[in-house]
Structure formats: structure tokens, C-alpha cells
């Protein structure tokens, strides 16, 4: 357990849906952020919230949209997604611990769309 | 554009041998430097990160920087089958919320 919690673990998704992804963390850490893994490509930095505001958006389509109402937890909010958005939708939080900021993950949401 | 690079992989250790696994990247201006594990379905857990030239050790594990040669390595000593996983090198921008940039990670077996 590394205090950072998500939920679903699994979701199954039709093309026409909207669904949310939720994120939250117990660490009292002051910075959030989505990632997408997908297979045999590096983890990708989606979004960054560092103190409830938005201060990356790594040209992500705007069919993912992400929601940080306080700096506990984070949404990933989903709609009309494509075949190809299917992967592990992993969070995560971090703050400064000496000379680095340590990021922890979340168990990830493993995200199928049909 | 920034990059880390790492050899997918597989590398093959029997148990009780030092695995060592390497990363390279390209911005020069990086400050910190990461090692994660990840098991196969699971997320990446941290290891230990460095941000001085040299070595650094945790237990079994040993991280150590280059910045010369912009290389970074993570050495496990008495490798157990439970460490088989996919250990992923991450590099910290220097920007005001620190991200990081990922490697395609480097698969590790241990045999018994």
C-alpha cells in the first residue's frame, strides 16, 4: 500500500460511454498526475495538478478530461473514447523528500474499450 | 525531445548472481533519478532514487550515477526469483513540478 488509492481496478467501456476514473491519496502530498501505460511504450505523463491547478496537459485529447477539487484527490473524467485508449491508467502523488520529489503510484485502473 | 533508454530485455540471472541494469538520457540538466518495480499487472513501486554522482545503497540494491557519461544503473546483489519484474528508470525534470520522464523499463529474470 503506498496511500494512494483508485478506483475502479477494471473498467469495460463502450465507445458512447462516460465514465470517471478516481484517484486519492493520503500521503498529504501537494501535486497529482495521470499517466497512461500501454504496451511495450513508456509510461506517458497525461496531466499534472501541484496545489489543486492544472500546470500540464501533455497534448492529450480533449475526450479525457481531468478534475482536481482539492489537492486529495484527482479525477479522470471519460467520454467517447476510442479502441485505442484501452491501457492502465495509472496516478500518482508526490512531494519533496530531501533533494527529490518522490511519485508514488496507485494501483492503476485497467480501462477496456469496446 | 528528452529521452531515457533502456534495454528491454530480457535479462537472465540465476538466483544469488548481481543483475545489473542500466539507463541512459539525454537531458544533461536532470537532477534526479528513479527506479521502480513492476510486477507484471501491478504498478510501479519506487525503489530508491539517487541525485549525487556515485553510488548509493539500500539493502540488496545499488543505484549509481554518472552524470559525465549520463548513465544510471541499478545493481541487485543475491538476486532472488521474487525480484523478476520489469524495473523502469526515471528521470526528474528540473521544472517546478518535477516531472518524470520514463524508460520503457528493462525486464529482469531470476531463475532458481
Known amino acids: 500500500e503506498t496511500g494512494v488509492t483508485q478506483t475502479p481496478r477494471h473498467l469495460v467501456m463502450g465507445m458512447t460511454n462516460k465514465k470517471s476514473l478516481k484517484c486519492e491519496q493520503h500521503?498529504?502530498?501537494?501535486?497529482m498526475y495521470w499517466y497512461k501505460q500501454s504496451a511495450k511504450k513508456p509510461l506517458e505523463l497525461m496531466f499534472v495538478?501541484?496545489?489543486?491547478?492544472?500546470?500540464e496537459n501533455n497534448s492529450v485529447p480533449s475526450r479525457f478530461s481531468p478534475e482536481c477539487p482539492n489537492s486529495s484527490h484527482l479525477f479522470l473524467h471519460l467520454h467517447t473514447l476510442q479502441p485505442e485508449d484501452s491501457a492502465l491508467y495509472l496516478c500518482?502523488?508526490?512531494?519533496?523528500?530531501?533533494?527529490?520529489?518522490?511519485?508514488?503510484f496507485g494501483p492503476g485502473t485497467r480501462l477496456t474499450v469496446t | 525531445q528528452k529521452e531515457v533508454e533502456q534495454n528491454s530485455g530480457p535479462l537472465s540471472v540465476p538466483e544469488g548472481a548481481i543483475a545489473s541494469l542500466n539507463c541512459t538520457y539525454s537531458?544533461?540538466?536532470?537532477?534526479?533519478f528513479f527506479w521502480y518495480r513492476q510486477y507484471s499487472g501491478k504498478s510501479p513501486e519506487l525503489i530508491m532514487f539517487?541525485?549525487?554522482?556515485g553510488d548509493k545503497e539500500d539493502g540488496r540494491f545499488t543505484a549509481q550515477l554518472n552524470k559525465a557519461s549520463q548513465y544510471v544503473s541499478l545493481l541487485i546483489r543475491d538476486s532472488q526469483p521474487s525480484d523478476s519484474a520489469t524495473y523502469l528508470c526515471?528521470?526528474?525534470?528540473?521544472?517546478?513540478?518535477?516531472?518524470?520522464?520514463f524508460g520503457t523499463g528493462t525486464r529482469l529474470l531470476v531463475s532458481p
Open positions: 500518482a502523488s508526490s512531494a519533496k523528500m530531501g533533494q527529490a520529489y518522490e511519485q508514488y
Open positions: 539517487i541525485y549525487s554522482n
Open positions: 526515471a528521470v526528474q525534470e528540473n521544472t517546478g513540478f518535477q516531472k518524470l520522464v
Open positions: 495538478y501541484s496545489l489543486e491547478e492544472r500546470v
Open positions: 500521503l498529504g502530498h501537494n501535486a
Open positions: 537531458d544533461r540538466g536532470s537532477q534526479s
